[in-house]
Every structure is written in C-alpha cells, then in structure tokens.
C-alpha cells in the first residue's frame, strides 16, 4: 500500500512558475513509476508527466514538454513537477500516481492516487 500526498499548488500568474511535491509513505517507492495527472473542471484526467523507478527515464504530454520536468528523490520518498511558463490553460487540480506498469500516459494504469492539489494560473 502507497499513500500519496500532493503539495505546492496555488494561484500564480501567466507565465511565473510553481513546484509540485508528492510524498509517498511506505517502504516500496522505489519498485513504481510515478505519474502526474491533471484535471480541469468539467473535463476528463489528462496525463501530464512520468517518470520510472529507476533509471530516470521520462515522459512528457506534447503540452508541457519544454515547460514542465518530472523528477524524484528516491531517498525522500518524493516526486516532484516543476512548472515553468505557466499558462492560463494549465489550471487544474493535479494529482499524483503510482504504477507498476508500464502504460504511463493510462489513468488505469495507475494503482495508487493522492488527493490533488489545486494549480490555478491568472492571466
């Protein structure tokens, strides 16, 4: 079992920048590949980033690549979503993910999600 906690969420205007935390619990973070997600309201769960157990292997939607990174501190039990250059359009409550598969842009793929944390940019 993972618990996942997000963090670093607030109200930022058009191009600032905010970090992203998510804090897992238990000894097993090192044997998943962590996701962030987003969702806006009134629409669907979007992938936005993925990174692997190990390697530090990466995945970004077409959206963010070039503005968002994806990192993990394995020792902390952390991941982390750096966002540059933020745009209106990227306000949504972001969630954090953990999978032991390999389907990372997948919603269902995923086992284990926190509850979220608000990203509201201004124009």
């Known amino acids: 079992q993972v618990q996942l906690v997000e963090s670093g969420g607030g109200l930022v205007q058009a191009g600032g920048s905010l970090r992203l935390s998510c804090a897992a619990s238990?000894?097993?973070?090192?044997?998943?590949?962590m996701g962030w997600f987003r969702q806006a309201q009134g629409k669907e769960r979007k992938f936005v980033a993925a990174i692997s157990r190990s390697d530090g292997s990466t995945l970004y939607a077409d959206f963010v690549k070039g503005r968002f990174t994806i990192s993990r501190d394995n020792a902390k039990n952390t991941v982390y979503l750096q966002m540059n250059s933020l745009k209106p359009e990227d306000t949504a409550l972001y969630y954090c993910?953990?999978?032991?598969?390999?389907?990372?842009?997948?919603?269902?793929?995923?086992?284990?999600w926190g509850q979220g944390t608000q990203v509201t940019v201004s124009s």
């Open positions: 993910a953990a999978t032991s598969g390999f389907n990372w842009h997948t919603s269902t793929s995923y086992d284990y």
């Open positions: 238990g000894r097993t973070f090192t044997t998943y590949h």
